[in-house]
């Protein structure tokens, strides 16, 4: 599967903003996504994922109760959702896919390209 992301910008802080994440193929729904980041200096860090049915999310305490991730499988898409945006959410975000719903970055693929998040102070 091919992922590419999108919906990165410059925000405020405090403000929203939703990324997407477009597969193509006809196997997304085999795959559990997640939301990867990476802030410039550090290590590609969790920020969300989501099973393969749906009905399963899970979240980085950093983020937890401000990010929403969710999918679309009519249109291989799959979305993380940010409100309350701080300075420390500044880094690129990911979309890869994994065949085991976890949190470990090793677990995922098929990183694609990335879109950057600036949240001003």
């Known amino acids: 599967v091919q992922l590419q992301a999108s919906g990165g910008g410059l925000v405020q802080a405090g403000g929203s903003l939703r990324l997407s994440c477009a597969a193509s193929g006809r196997t997304f729904r085999r795959y559990v996504m997640g939301w990867f980041r990476q802030a410039p200096g550090k290590e590609r860090e969790f920020v969300a994922a989501i099973s393969k049915n749906g009905g399963s999310t899970l979240y980085a305490d950093s983020v937890k109760g401000r990010f929403t991730i969710s999918r679309d499988d009519a249109k291989n898409t799959v979305y993380l959702q940010m409100s309350s945006l701080k300075p420390e959410d500044t880094a690129v975000y990911y979309c890869?896919?994994?065949?085991?719903?976890?949190?470990?970055?090793?677990?995922?693929?098929?990183w694609g390209q990335g879109t950057l998040v600036t949240v001003s102070s």
């Open positions: 890869p896919a994994a065949l085991s719903y976890t949190t470990l970055v090793a677990a995922y693929d098929c």
